[in-house]
């Protein structure tokens, strides 16, 4: 979380639960929100140091975008989690925009 901060600096973070981890970010833009979560990738494919062993780490995420997919926080949360289980789905360390043939 403290990296993911540090990239995503004007946007909120929270726990959503067990290992899944939400941010919004308050701009459009789309090719800023793809370099920082490149940046975020990159990090935890850097993995962690823990008691002198680097630890390998992997995300995968899923993003929904307002006001271009929905337009209040209820419907991009769950168009965000059909992303990510679409990038769950693909193996770890992707990145997934929702699409609209995920409803199908």
Sequence with gaps: VAEAQRIF??????RLGGDEFGVMVPHGDAALLNKDVRRLLDAMRAGKR??????PLSISVG???APLHASNGTELML????ALYESKAGGRGR???FDEE???
């Design 79 to 82: 168009l965000a989690d059909l």
């Design 50 to 55: 823990h008691e002198g062993k680097i630890i």
């Design 102 to 104: 995920m409803l199908s």
């Design 9 to 14: 600096e004007d946007g909120v973070i929270g």
């Design 95 to 97: 990145v997934t925009v």
């Design 63 to 65: 993003i929904a975008l």
